[in-house]
């Protein structure tokens, strides 16, 4: 098998998939602001922008530029820790939890859709694969 030529095929799908609409708008709900939106709806209760840090693998100055915005858009609230006063609480506001629900129900749909499109057995196989793929490390 030529695995080399697989892999080209591979990467040449992975960049035409990415420039399909409903694609680049799952993906791009896995990074940056989109992704710091939801993994603070899956929090209950406040979140310290480190553990955003740790999650996403990106420096505290990434994550203070996008919290800064994501303030800004009236999306997250920013507090000190009144038991620690050297931390940082953020919390989602309002406009943040309808905004996160929207995105949500909007990358479902598409992912349905993409999931419908394949029939039954292939959208299985499909989750099998992809579930394979993330028990082990791109490097091994």
Request: charged content about 30%; proline content about 1%; aromatic content about 4%.
């Amino acid at each position: 098998m030529d695995y080399t030529s697989l892999a080209r095929e591979y990467i040449q799908v992975m960049h035409q998939m990415r420039n399909k609409s409903g694609q680049k708008k799952i993906h791009d709900s896995m990074h940056g602001e989109h992704f710091m939106l939801f993994y603070i709806s899956m929090r209950k209760g406040s979140i310290i922008p480190s553990e955003i840090s740790n999650e996403m693998g990106i420096t505290s100055a990434r994550i203070a530029a996008a919290l800064n915005s994501l303030e800004a858009k009236g999306l997250i609230t920013r507090r000190i820790d009144t038991e620690d006063r050297r931390r940082i609480l953020v919390d989602l506001t309002e406009a943040g939890r309808e905004y996160v629900k929207e995105h949500r129900d909007a990358i479902m749909k598409i992912t349905i859709n993409m999931l419908q499109y394949l029939g039954e057995e292939d959208a299985t196989e499909l989750i099998r694969i992809m579930k394979r793929l993330a028990e082990r490390s791109p490097e091994e």
